[in-house]
């Protein structure tokens, strides 16, 4: 569970740091935390780790600034909705794709395509969601004097239930709706989160050759090109 995240995040992390529209995303992000918790970081924990995520991403403080007061700002005409779209990618692979967006009709019309451009399908909702399931996922850096068989008796009562060491840094996954509880306890604790977020972990990963990989790996890459859709989750191996 742990390499597949971190490689995910490290080619969503390239990918971002080449393409301006990242902003963007991170943007729609924003105004999907805002208008749900409200402008004040310190009352909205969402707002809170996507703006952690967003510097992380470089994405410049005035930017993050400027998409906070926009989106409180009630005048705004950005309507903002997540939407989870289902189908399957090439040699039977199957995706769930998280986007956010302010029009559905155009959304889908772009998925369809990737999807029909690269030989797979959009599916109907519903049809592979079951074959993940969700998790959410930290990144903490490591505290001084860390010892991992304490951490982990505390993280239990959280809802913590894997814990992995990298460097000077520990990533913990829990089940999504200790999200919140976790994100607390670490802010508790004083704990700097570098990263966090919601993760689909397949059930069970399907083994593919590796001009088979290079075909999902196509259609992976031209929907996560796409400024609506956040996350792309499949059980490729």
């Known amino acids: 569970m742990g390499r597949a ?8 992390m390239k990918r ?10 991170f943007g729609k992000m924003i105004s999907v935390a805002v208008k749900s918790g409200g402008a004040a970081m310190e ?4 707002l809170r780790v996507v703006v952690q995520n967003a510097k992380a991403a470089n994405m410049p403080k005035d930017n993050i600034e400027r998409a906070i007061k926009k989106a409180a700002d009630k005048g705004s005409g950005d309507n903002f909705k997540e939407i989870v779209y289902e189908g399957y990618g090439p040699h039977g692979i199957a995706f769930v794709i998280e986007t956010t967006t302010d029009n559905h009709t155009r959304t889908v019309a772009n998925i369809r395509l990737s999807f029909n451009r690269c030989g797979g399908s959009l599916g109907t909702t519903g049809s592979n969601e079951f074959m993940f399931e969700r998790k959410c996922m930290f990144r903490v850096k490591k505290p001084a004097g860390f010892v991992l068989d304490d951490f982990e008796l505390e993280l ?8 992995n060491e990298d460097g000077n840094e520990i990533s913990i996954y829990g089940d999504f709706q200790s999200f919140g509880a976790l994100q607390k306890f670490f802010e508790a604790k004083g704990l700097e989160i570098t990263n966090a977020g919601l993760e689909r972990i397949p059930h069970e ?8 990989q290079e075909e999902v790996e196509k259609l992976i890459e031209k929907l996560e090109e796409d400024e609506d859709v956040q996350n792309v989750f499949h059980n490729m191996a």
């Open 156 to 163: 239990i009562d959280y809802g913590g239930d894997e814990i």
């Open 5 to 12: 995240f971190e490689f995910r995040k490290a080619r969503k």
């Open 205 to 212: 990963l399907k083994e593919l050759t590796s001009a088979q």
């Open 43 to 46: 009352n909205n924990a969402l």
């Open 16 to 25: 971002w740091g080449q393409m301006s529209k990242s902003f963007t995303k």
